[in-house]
């Protein structure tokens, strides 16, 4: 197996830093249009989706409350990337995302 050399992996760390940065600021700017004005869920309800209970989703919520749990968890990441927020426990965000894959493993 061929040895990757410093150049190589310089770039695929400037890549995936900058990669990183760039999806934590997006997460916080979709939390801030949803939920800056104070009521996620009725910014959700207006934009079209349902608040009534969708057993097709985890633990029967809506669909507006599982878009704004999205948010969320997305908004949890972008604060624990730039250090303004903490995650105390062990959580598997992978998990608790993967019903917005729509699909895409």
Do not use: C
Request: aromatic share 8%; no cysteine; hydrophobic share 45%.
């Amino acid at each position: 197996m061929a040895q990757v050399g410093k150049s190589t992996i310089d770039q695929q760390l400037s890549d995936l830093a900058v990669k990183w940065r760039d999806l934590a600021e997006q997460a916080l700017h979709l939390a801030t249009e949803v939920t800056g004005q104070g009521n996620g869920l009725a910014m959700l309800t207006a934009a079209g989706y349902g608040t009534t209970a969708n057993l097709a989703n985890p633990g029967g919520i809506s669909d507006a409350d599982l878009a704004l749990q999205g948010v969320n968890y997305l908004a949890l990441l972008g604060g624990l990337f730039f250090g303004t927020a903490v995650q105390p426990t062990n959580f598997n965000f992978n998990n608790a995302l993967s019903p917005h894959w729509a699909g895409r493993i």
